[in-house]
């Protein structure tokens, strides 16, 4: 199991060599969309819902999961391109707009389009061409998690274009439930928003209601949108979401325990086990239990009536400064 994860991450690290100079047009392409933004924010923000798993209702009696967790299995670029969406979105609109998407899939004249602003990590001989096939993968993945609306027929010319962002939560319809409607079309929350209290969700600390978690403008211009693996950015999120939803906590360090953490967000272990790239990446800092070893497991018990601690962690925003894709690669290859 070991040697077949080394030789995983090797690969990885190989196919970003092979295509860092595509990795470096999407970067900067996610530049050029910033610098032409109304809006340069600092920060971006996430609703919850995209990680946190659904409630218990009518309305999500179909899905087991959020759909960040739930993309973690597809192939492709669909976690990913949601997020640079919404990016996108959040540069030229103001807060509790709702957002029209009116960006071609090509480049028009000297506006990108969306098909630049993810690595082109195709081996095709037309690598434009490629390019659009990975785009539309993802935008009938994030469809089929109604994350985003595609009008017209299966193969009808011209169906991808004019795409609309939904929002996070990727409910299928905007329903009418428990005093509030459910997340249709996407508009951008505020800042002050906060989140409907929900007894099948988590619970909310009393100063950690907000309904969107932050992340630092650095993620997307850095290229951290493209160099983590989706696996990895569900993980990143749920520890800024813990830190959102516990922010007294956030200073010495959020944990989620096992049962909590699949409760709450059903994240797999497998998916979880990414904090050690995360820790390795200095993107998060993991704060031990002396009592436990690196993978979790228990070294000794603790004296009577001292309780072993989970792993804790804390994001750490200066990591996000550091060029991804080339940090990226030589943290997989340390692994070797």
Not at 201 to 225: I, N, T, Y
């Amino acid at each position: 199991m070991a040697k077949r994860e080394d030789d995983r991450l090797h690969l990885r690290a190989t196919s970003l060599q092979r295509y860092a100079d595509r990795y470096a047009k999407a970067r900067l392409a996610l530049t050029q969309v910033y610098s032409e933004g109304k809006r340069q924010r600092a920060q971006f923000r996430i609703r919850r819902s995209l990680v946190q798993r659904p409630a218990a209702g009518e309305a999500n009696r179909d899905r087991e999961l959020s759909p960040g967790p739930a993309l973690v299995t597809q192939k492709g670029w669909a976690l990913h391109f949601y997020l640079i969406a919404l990016f996108e979105a959040q540069t030229r609109s103001t807060d509790g707009v709702k957002v029209r998407n009116t960006r071609r899939l090509d480049s028009t004249g000297e506006q990108c389009g969306w098909i630049d602003l993810v690595p082109a990590t195709t081996a095709t001989a037309d690598v434009r061409a490629g390019m659009r096939r990975q785009t539309i993968r993802a935008l009938t993945q994030l469809a089929r998690h109604n994350l985003v609306e595609i009008s017209g027929r299966i193969g009808s010319p011209g169906r991808y274009e004019g795409f609309q962002l939904r929002n996070e939560a990727g409910t299928a319809f905007d329903v009418w439930r428990s005093g509030y409607w459910t997340s249709g079309r996407y508009t951008i929350p505020a800042l002050g928003d906060r989140e409907q209290l929900d007894p099948f969700r988590s619970p909310a600390a009393k100063d950690g209601q907000a309904e969107a978690l932050l992340l630092p403008a650095s993620f997307f211009l850095q290229g951290w949108v493209h160099a983590l693996s989706a696996a990895e950015i569900v993980t990143y999120l749920m520890i800024r979401d813990l830190e959102t939803r516990y922010p007294e906590s956030s200073k010495r360090g959020v944990f989620v325990t096992e049962p909590n953490r699949t409760a709450w967000y059903g994240i797999r272990r497998d998916v979880y086990e990414s904090h050690r790239q995360l820790a390795a990446y200095g993107l998060i800092e993991r704060l031990d239990d002396p009592n436990r070893r690196e993978n979790g497991t228990i070294l000794r018990r603790p004296g009577r009536g001292v309780l072993l601690q989970p792993h804790r962690f804390r994001t750490l925003a200066q990591g996000l400064d550091q060029p991804a894709a080339k940090t990226v690669m030589a943290a997989l290859r340390a692994t070797r």
